[in-house]
């Protein structure tokens, strides 16, 4: 069973571009999570998403950021017109399918490193 | 979510036991204890949890203090792989917002040769 995967695993955009970086969660996980992580610094959650909905979006900047987990294909992390700021490491999580309103580990994809020149 | 003190950072020597240490003074009845570590330029693995016994796995071995106020995390015999960043998080497992794991600077922990 292939781990979480994050393409592309490192990723270059010079300021005012697009950023798209994808993950794919393990296999039979319908909840995903990001996670950014700037320099020096521990991670810090984003969002949390289940199939076609988000379920808490609390930690992503107000402006340029955006999630999706469409019912197909890998979850999107997009942001537009990047900044040096936004410089950083993120990753993504999954998780499979709760019970109830228990908790399952989530286990983490190698990251993708997104670089502002 | 309550808060974690670790040392920024420790050494080991190689095939000796890694003791690392985690405060959480503020822990409530319903939070259990996660420790994770993230090797450099890796995304975080988990290593261990527990609530109030000490739990053991292949990796690893948790100590929690009777009162619950700290633990101890204990690599029995430490290699040069286990070279990492170890974080401490205390959460909630069931309601609210569990699922965000609070991740700080953590335990720098070096094993050296």
């Known amino acids: 069973n292939a781990g979480v995967m994050q393409n592309p695993r490192h990723l270059v955009r010079r300021r005012g571009q697009e950023a798209r970086l994808r993950c794919s969660p393990m296999k039979g996980h319908s909840h995903v999570y990001w996670y950014r992580q700037l320099p020096e610094e521990g991670l810090k959650f984003m969002v949390y998403?289940?199939?076609?909905?988000?379920?808490?979006e609390s930690g992503m900047p107000k402006e340029r950021f955006s999630a999706e987990f469409p019912k197909e294909g890998p979850s999107i992390l997009r942001i537009q017109q990047v900044v040096r700021g936004d410089s950083a490491a993120y990753f993504c999580?999954?998780?499979?399918?709760?019970?109830?309103?228990?908790?399952?580990?989530?286990?983490f994809g190698p990251g993708t490193r997104l670089t502002v020149l | 979510d309550a808060k974690t003190t670790q040392p920024t950072s420790m050494d080991c020597a190689e095939g000796r036991a890694a003791n690392l240490p985690c405060n959480h003074s503020?822990?409530?009845?319903?939070?259990?204890v996660y420790w994770y570590r993230q090797i450099h330029s890796q995304g975080p693995q988990y290593i261990i949890h527990?609530?109030?016994n000490n739990e053991t796995n292949e990796m690893a071995s948790l100590i929690i203090t009777e009162d619950r106020k700290s633990s101890t995390l204990i690599l029995p015999h430490a290699t040069l792989r286990d070279t990492a960043v170890y974080y401490c998080?205390?959460?909630?497992?069931?309601?609210?917002?569990?699922?965000?794991?609070?991740f700080g600077k953590g335990t720098l922990l070096t094993v050296n040769p």
């Open positions: 998403l289940q199939k076609e909905n988000i379920i808490d």
């Open positions: 998080i205390v959460r909630v497992v069931s309601g609210g917002s569990n699922y965000k794991l609070t």
């Open positions: 503020t822990i409530s009845g319903n939070e259990y």
């Open positions: 999580a999954s998780s499979p399918p709760t019970g109830g309103s228990s908790y399952n580990e989530q286990f």
């Open positions: 527990g609530l109030k």
